[in-house]
């Protein structure tokens, strides 16, 4: 089975704070995303990754960024947290190839006071 | 126009009642069609994954696709409480890089 983990469940944090959320999966997959999901505006993919070091904005990538230095590891960044992004992060993979089905993370619940 | 329309419910149907969930789609283009499930205070699971029009069966689980009204449907037979979570479906076509996501359906199945 596809482990896709995200390294918190429930997060705090301040306003102005870099934020980072963590993604691993453990299938070899060279794609992974990450979407924020928001009562009545679903999925929205902020950022994407198709291999190592390699990255592209998804629809929402304003105040975000991403690093991919492994390829199991997908990290997405907050750079100066602001109330609008409190929200529930998830994390997802697929294995090269488009139209592949996505395997997601539990989630990052994300407040920011 | 968003390119996937999905009523957001709440739906709410006794158990062993036969459920029919439903998207519409603007793009003609899109061409693999999936449905994921969410239960609470987790992430989607994908439940179904379909190409071209058609019906799918999986158990109780039913996906149909049909193309030329840009619609796609999952039933759910004989509903349990287990069943109740928010649905959603997913599209996509062979040159996308990314998939596009319903807002979700949000599904009670009353004992």
């Known amino acids: ?113 | 126009q968003k390119e996937v329309e999905q009523d957001p419910g709440p739906l709410s149907v006794p158990e062993g009642a036969i459920v029919s969930l439903n998207c519409t789609y603007s793009n003609s283009a899109f061409q693999y069609f999936m449905w994921y499930r969410q239960y609470s205070r987790k992430g989607p699971e994908l439940l179904m994954y379909t190409y071209s029009s058609g019906n799918k069966e999986d158990g109780r689980f039913t996906a149909q696709v049909d193309k030329s009204s840009k619609y796609i449907s999952l039933f759910i037979r004989d509903s349990q409480p287990s069943d109740s979570a928010t649905y959603l479906c997913a599209i996509t076509y062979s040159s996308a890089s990314k998939i596009i996501f319903g807002s979700g359906t949000r599904l009670s199945i009353r004992p």
């Not at chain 1, 990538?61 to 750079?79: A, M």
Request: glycine fraction near 8%; proline fraction near 3%; charged fraction near 25%.
């Open chain 1, 1 to 113: 089975d596809v482990k896709v983990t995200q390294s918190s469940r429930y997060l705090v944090k301040r306003t102005g704070e870099k934020v980072f959320l963590e993604c691993v999966q453990d299938m070899d997959h060279e794609n992974m995303f990450w979407y924020r999901q928001d009562p009545g505006l679903g999925l929205r993919l902020i950022y994407f990754s198709y291999d190592v070091k390699m990255k592209e904005k998804g629809d929402i990538p304003e105040g975000y960024s991403v690093s991919r230095e492994k390829k199991e590891r997908f990290s997405l960044i907050l750079e100066s947290a602001s109330t609008n992004q409190t929200s529930m992060y998830l994390c997802a993979s697929h294995y090269r190839g488009n139209n592949q089905p996505q395997h997601f993370g539990d989630g990052t619940r994300l407040s920011i006071l």
